[in-house]
Nanobody, 119 residues
Framework: QVQLVESGGGLVQAGGSLRLSCAASGSTSSINAMGWYRQAPGKQRDWVAT???????TYVNSVKGRFTISRDNAKNTVYLQMNSLKPEDTAVYYC?????????????WGQGTQVTVSS
């Protein structure tokens, strides 16, 4: 079991920046990767970025060059630095942790944090 608590959302003008945090607790040693997803009103939840335990990072094309995912292993915390924000980035952002236990994967989710970008 892993518990995820997000923070850092808010209201920002277009072109501004926000940093989201996701603190993990519980069976953190079983985490294979952590990532961020987002869900805009009336739309499906979409993947945004992932960071693996190896340090490898991947991003959806629409945020490349603007968002940076990073982690602090000592704090079991993952961050999403979001720069040059656009109105289309407005969504609820969810932290995800993927655990690998006995060869099987399982996803855990945070409660979500609202990000609103005004034009």
């Amino acid at each position: 079991q892993v518990q995820l608590v997000e923070s850092g959302g808010g209201l920002v003008q277009a072109g501004g920046s926000l940093r989201l945090s996701c603190a993990a607790s519980g069976s953190t040693s079983s985490i294979n990767a952590m990532g961020w997803y987002r869900q805009a009103p009336g739309k499906q939840r979409d993947w945004v970025a992932t960071i693996y335990t190896t340090g490898t990072t991947t991003y959806v094309n629409s945020v490349k060059g603007r968002f940076t995912i990073s982690r602090d292993n000592a704090k079991n915390t993952v961050y999403l630095q979001m720069n040059s924000l656009k109105p289309e980035d407005t969504a609820v952002y969810y932290c995800n942790a993927r655990l690998i236990i006995s060869g099987s994967s399982r996803d855990y989710w945070g409660q979500g944090t609202q990000v609103t970008v005004s034009s």
